[in-house]
């Protein structure tokens, strides 16, 4: 196994994309990626591959709901306050892993306070959150903060798995052995989540963290994609995608091919670089609880072990909900805009109005013919009703 230097770099190659998908009208998903070193949160070439410096670098995914703007409210919401809230504890320079870790669960944790905060000031928007999945790159670790059932997945050695555990009633039914993986994917109940940021006043966070080796990737995607298509084949993607533009755009492309029902949001990050060794036959991935000093909230230490092994909190289900709300809220997203989404929405608009041209051309055509046909009868006059003997 090669061994890294202590001084080498780790290098993150990125890219994101989200689509609004088949079937809704709004994409309530929102993404970010960020150098927190150098304070950069866009996809520009400097961050499409940077070097991770020692505030790190983060990668989020956030899937709103509550209806019309109300989940583009609260994803974009939770991206604003997550990124600000890092950048804040940051400040003073490079910090440990648990002052990271602890910062990431601070923030995660702040977002659902804002969300909650701002639904209880405007009625209208009561019931509205976002799934999260939070991922910082620290070094050679990834510390992922979630809540709800976005992914986050990794890929090594050509074998993907998942790293984050959906907060589902799915998923503590398959914990319970009450129905296997194959009957959650058709299940009524899927959509059900036990965790949101903002629905309620307090969570718990699920953090976890990951050691990192020399090529792997790290896919983050929101329920939309991991719905939709299985992780071996947006693994076979990964390895057979020539760029990370191009995997994004396939894994998008084969959800949408499978029906596109919900908003796709996913990145994909490859990690290279002298800072980090080689994969091993013994290295482990999959769920790990990292465990804050003095946290009450965290649960145990534990091992790699299967998605669903560790225990957090949870609130009462909650169905992803579809309420009416206003069109004019003020919506902040991270996405790449989708022309082929916007020329079929422009094309169905084109043909449903000449549709009623022509609906409007056949009643007045079927009206003059039958004034003529009465006219004729009528001898070229028509009595009124009222005047008839």
Known sequence: MTTSSPDAS???HVFGRTDVGRTREHNEDAFVVADLTRGNATLQPEVRTHVVGDRGTLFMVADGMGGAAAGEIASAMAIDVVMRELTQALTAGAPTEDEFASAMKRATASANAHIHAFAQEHPEFRGMGTT???????????????????????VRDGVGRQITKDQSLMQKLIEAGEITEEEAEHSERRNIILQALGPEASIKVDLTHQQVRRGDVLILCSDGLSGQVRLEELTAIVLQAPDLVSACKRMIDRANESGGPDNITVIVARFDGEGLVDPHAGDAVGHSVFALPNDSQQTPAASHQPVGTATTGEMPAMPRTTRKLPSEAFVLTTTIPDDNAAKRRARGSLIALLLLVMLLGMAMWWVFRAADSLTSRTGGSVTPADTRP
């Open 10 to 12: 780790v290098i993150v």
């Open 132 to 154: 999260a999945t939070v991922a910082g790159m620290l070094g050679s670790t990834v510390f992922l903060a979630q809540v709800g059932d976005s992914r986050a997945y990794l």
